[in-house]
């Protein structure tokens, strides 16, 4: 296992690492396996640290290659317009569907649209 170049890491310091990965290996501790680990866990905080815009400006790319010019700005016109103000700047790790007000709102439209009578009709006239 590397412990860094010469420049960058003083003999001291490379010393002091090689001790520390000494006392991992005597107390059942891999430093590779270790490290592998930790930077699992860091590349799985960046992946759940993205805001929803960041993620949607990729898909908006992705999905714009597939539309036409005039299909491809509308739709991600609407997306700013209606997705972003609500869910833009949400982390994408902290977003839960039944918890988001926007989610509640659109609920409560579709029932109010459920309960409300059907429109009347004049009966059919001969």
């Known amino acids: 296992m590397g412990l860094g ?9 490379a010393r002091d690492k090689a001790r520390e990965m000494r006392r991992q290996v005597r ?3 891999d430093p590779l396996e270790q490290k592998q680990r930790n930077r699992e866990t860091l590349r799985i905080q960046q992946r759940q640290s993205k805001t929803f815009r960041e993620c949607a400006e990729v898909v908006i790319e992705n999905k714009s ?5 005039k299909q491809g700005a509308f739709w991600r016109s609407s997306i ?3 997705v972003f103000p ?8 902290s977003y ?28 059919y006239a001969r």
Request: glycine share 10%.
């Open 80 to 82: 700013e317009r209606y």
């Open 96 to 123: 839960t569907p039944n918890g988001h007000k926007f989610q509640k709102r659109k609920r409560e439209k579709i029932s109010k649209c459920k309960e409300a009578e059907p429109p009347r009709t004049r009966p």
């Open 86 to 93: 609500a869910l833009g700047d949400r982390i994408v790790g």
């Open 5 to 13: 170049g010469y420049p960058e890491i003083s003999l001291a310091e």
């Open 27 to 29: 107390n059942g501790i």
């Open 65 to 69: 290659r597939e539309l036409s010019g």
